[in-house]
């Protein structure tokens, strides 16, 4: 299928931007979690899932080389095998910050800091210590990325960033200033334009987008909750008027969901994106002194 949407995305002029949407998430019941249960991080009280969009779901550990290696060789697998433009993740390349109570990560974080993790599960060290192993595993996987197809994007899509870090260990700013990210894409999905708004000039977005590509990604609706188009069409004029890309989310509820108004939405997209989009140029920008990355770890 892959091959196919690449092939037809060429005589049009599209970028293939594969999305990578899990991330580290896994099904609880799924034939990778029953196998490798070891590779699963707990939280404090020893569960092991969450709640999530996609309902409950497990967590593979991020500290751990062998998960490490298997998102690695899922996404160099992929680049070699199709001449795709890049590869993009989404907000679960994240942990959730009640996880990272197994015995691999608190033996990890005995030997590195010499005292046993937080019972604070939002402790700001504890937040910063695994945020950052998350971020050298990404500085890694782009460097794989770089070695398999030279020039592929890493295309990121978090939350906003107050969110994404303290409540996922996602510090995707950091992945702006290190150069790991290529573009960003903030999922920004709101019900109103008062709400959406403000997030246009936080102080990240306007960081980042002196760096790299930024765009905002608009909620075009959801099978049991449409989004009005004047909704819609507010958010992405709202975005453009601050010097920000777009993206919508997702394809199926552009207008498949209503088919009495499918017409009707199809014509304010066409009006909306009445000529192509040529991706924003930005000149190269060294990061500023960056921390160094370490190796992944041995096992504790």
Same mark, same amino acid.
Do not use: C
């Given at each position: ?32 979690? $029953? ?74 974080? $005995? ?97 980042? $987008? ?91």
């Amino acid at each position: 299928m892959l091959a196919e949407l690449v092939s037809e995305a060429r005589q049009r002029g599209l970028l293939v931007v594969p999305w990578f949407e899990f991330g580290f998430m896994v099904p609880p019941d799924s034939d990778l979690a $029953r196998r490798h249960p070891d590779w699963l991080t707990r939280k404090r009280d020893g569960g092991l899932t969450s709640i999530s969009a996609a309902g409950e779901v497990a967590w593979l550990n991020p500290f751990r080389p062998e998960v490490q290696q298997l998102i690695t060789d899922l996404v160099v697998e992929v680049l070699r095998t199709y001449p795709v433009d890049g590869i993009q993740f989404d907000d679960h390349m994240s942990l959730p910050r009640a996880f990272g109570y197994d015995p691999y990560t608190t033996a990890l974080y $005995r030997k590195e800091m010499g005292k046993a993790p937080p019972a604070n599960e939002a402790d700001p060290a504890w937040i910063k210590w695994r945020a950052d192993k998350i971020t050298a595993f990404m500085a890694r996987l782009k460097q794989a990325m770089d070695q398999a197809r030279p020039g592929s994007l890493l295309s990121v899509s978090p939350n906003y960033y107050d969110h994404a870090y303290k409540l996922q260990l996602q510090d995707w700013l950091r992945w702006v200033r290190l150069g790991i990210a290529d573009e960003v894409l903030i999922q920004i999905y709101r019900d109103d334009l008062d709400s959406f708004v403000p997030h246009l000039t936080r102080a990240e977005v306007q960081e980042s $987008r002196a760096k790299l590509p930024v765009a905002m990604a608009v909620m075009a609706g959801q099978r049991s909750k449409p989004a009005a188009i004047e909704l819609v069409s507010q958010q992405v004029e709202a975005a453009r008027a601050s010097g920000l890309g777009i993206g919508l989310f997702y394809y199926e509820s552009l207008w498949s969901f209503d088919p009495i108004s499918a017409d009707s939405r199809k014509a304010a997209l066409a009006s909306l994106f009445a000529t192509p989009a040529p991706r924003r140029q930005v000149a190269a920008i060294s990061p500023a002194a960056p921390d160094p990355l370490p190796a992944p770890p041995p096992p504790p």
